[in-house]
């Protein structure tokens, strides 16, 4: 029988992603109940018992919805039917958070609760169902807060414990998938409520970019992402080297510092400002921009507030961020 290409879109990925692991490994997977995490978790299966890895399907009632633990429930019994090893729902309460929106604190509070399941299961791997859709959206979204390469380079495809085999793949296949597959995914109300800007970026503005530019915006958008996380990576690695070259007596050299190209110093001075404390969902580029005209634009400039109580003084030839 030959597999339907969008079944096998699914799977080559998620076989790709499972093939460092060795038998007996626990593998979790993240499931909404969306097309996306079932098609994800129905592939995890299929691939991860051909190499005799546990699975183990994990859900997470954010409860910001009536009817949310009767929908984790759902979630849990498609799981046990798509033949997971085990299942496990989490519940978390999602409080707000300074300079967070309600999507990025529910983000934050799931990828806590995923860590600490992931760490109570010895798994090697969390898996995350995010699409190439799901990429492209990212990334319309950071050229709209004029973010930078860093938010440009969209979602990574792996970082600690978790992975994102399938972004790559487009969610016209995840859906496709289940339904060849027999999987009934559920159509969560959030995506469709235009209040969140995710789904007007998804169903106002990528489809304009389809109709105006022509097709292709979406792949494109992506192959964007993937350039600019190879080269945000040695620009890091970079400043890294920059930073350990002019730390000394706790702050940062201002004439060797001051003489390496913007991109390096600014990164730099982030890195500075951050390893001193100061939040990263409050240190922005206005703040960078500031402190570094106290390495070359220095006119007397006393100091620079930043936030988390810091400032940035120029002092006896270094750079230092200290407290207020």
């Not at 997470?60 to 979630?75: N, Y």
């Not at 995923?114 to 959206?137: I, M, N, W, Y």
């Not at 006119?299 to 988390?308: A, N, T």
């Amino acid at each position: 029988m030959t597999l339907h290409p969008s079944v096998a879109a699914v799977r080559l990925p998620v076989r790709a992603a499972l093939s460092g692991l060795s038998a007996g490994d626990v593998v979790a997977v993240a499931c909404s109940g969306g097309a996306d995490s079932l098609a994800l978790a129905s592939a995890a299966v299929f691939e991860g018992h051909k190499r005799d890895l546990r699975v183990v399907g994990v859900t997470v009632d954010h409860g910001l919805q009536p009817g949310s633990a009767a929908q984790a429930d759902r979630v849990v019994a498609q799981l046990a039917a798509l033949g997971v090893d085990e299942t496990l729902t989490a519940r978390v309460t999602v409080d707000a958070v300074s300079g967070l929106g309600p999507e990025a604190a529910a983000r934050e509070a799931r990828y806590a609760v995923l860590e600490e399941v992931a760490s109570h299961l010895g798994a090697r791997t969390v898996l995350l169902g995010h699409t190439l859709d799901d990429q492209a959206e990212t990334v319309l979204l950071g050229l709209a807060r004029g973010s930078g390469g860093r938010s440009l380079q969209g979602m990574r495809p792996g970082f600690g414990v978790f992975a994102r085999p399938l972004l790559g793949v487009r969610r016209t296949d995840t859906l496709t998938a289940c339904l060849v597959e027999g999987i009934e995914p559920w159509d969560d109300p959030h995506n469709h409520d235009p209040g969140y800007t995710r789904v007007r970026v998804r169903d106002r503005v990528l489809p304009v970019l389809e109709a105006e530019l022509g097709p292709g915006i979406t792949e494109a958008l992506a192959r964007t992402a993937d350039q600019l996380r190879e080269d945000t990576a040695l620009l890091d690695l970079l400043a890294a080297e920059v930073l350990a070259e002019v730390s000394r007596d706790g702050g940062l050299d201002v004439a060797t510092l001051g003489a390496r190209p913007p991109a390096l110093r600014h990164r730099v001075v982030h890195r500075a400002a951050l390893g001193a404390g100061a939040p990263a969902s409050e240190l922005t580029r206005d703040h960078v921009l500031e402190v570094d005209k106290l390495l070359v634009g220095w006119r007397g400039q006393k100091w620079i507030d930043l936030p988390g109580h810091l400032r940035a003084v120029r002092r006896d030839g270094l750079l230092v961020v200290e407290a207020r």
